[in-house]
């Protein structure tokens, strides 16, 4: 059964540094989302990209993320100036459709800022 | 804004009881509910959902119900087993790009 997946599973990086999140959604799948989870909280959404653009994002995500589907399969999250507070879980999910439809979760990335 | 408020944070059942757990949210525009169960370090699965125009859904042990109106719905899972512990979360999705999720419940099966 496919599957989304992302990597690195884990990523520490210091402070001010500006990370990259790579994940590869279902190969048929057109809508993408990001979330986060600080550990032992709730799962946060941050953004939803359809089309090459963004469809909807929330407070959280502010000037220091971005997304981007650079080709094909890929679907990334930039975080360019990190700070501890975004030291979390950070899940992919994909759909099919929208509209609403079930989304699909990557096994996630830990994100360790120091 | 959107918010989802789910009850209770914690919840300790013995093994073949019943759970409930319960959410209500704030978008009256949210058209689609799904459940979801995350075990402790993995990814959140889906376990089951449920759309605005159904108001009752049932697989197996699990069943959810919709009540539009009050904007409130709920998971029952029936005869709970240890497998079923883990932390549940609600979510409410409206127009298929934007799901806010509960803060969870963490469901204990005793054995």
């Known amino acids: 059964e496919p599957e989304v997946t992302q990597t690195p599973s884990h990523q520490v990086t210091q402070m001010g540094q500006e990370v990259i999140l790579r994940c590869v959604p279902i190969?048929?799948?057109?809508?993408f989302y990001w979330y986060r989870q600080i550990l032992g909280q709730k799962v946060e959404f941050l953004v939803s990209?359809?089309?090459?653009?963004?469809?909807?994002k929330s407070e959280i995500f502010d000037d220091q993320f971005s997304v981007e589907r650079p080709d094909g399969s890929n679907f990334t999250l930039k975080i360019r100036s990190t700070k501890l507070e975004d030291s979390a879980m950070y899940f992919c999910?994909?759909?099919?459709?929208?509209?609403?439809?079930?989304?699909?979760f990557g096994p996630g990335t830990r994100l360790t800022v120091t | 804004g959107e918010n989802v408020e789910q009850h209770p944070s914690t919840l300790s059942v013995q093994e073949g009881d019943s759970a409930v757990i319960k959410c209500t949210y704030s978008d009256s525009a949210s058209n689609y509910f799904p459940w979801y169960k995350q075990e402790l370090g993995k990814r959140p699965q889906l376990i089951i959902d449920?759309?605005?125009?159904?108001g009752e859904k049932k697989d197996q042990r699990i069943a959810v119900t919709l009540n539009k109106t009050a904007k409130h719905f709920s998971l029952h899972i029936t005869e709970t087993q240890p497998e079923d512990s883990a932390v549940y979360f609600c979510a409410a999705e409206t127009g298929g790009f934007k799901t806010i999720f509960g803060a969870g419940t963490r469901l204990f099966v005793k054995a």
């Open positions: 990209f359809y089309n090459n653009e963004i469809s909807e």
């Open positions: 190969s048929n799948h057109l809508y």
């Open positions: 999910a994909s759909s099919e459709t929208g509209g609403p439809y079930e989304q699909y």
């Open positions: 449920i759309r605005s125009n159904v």
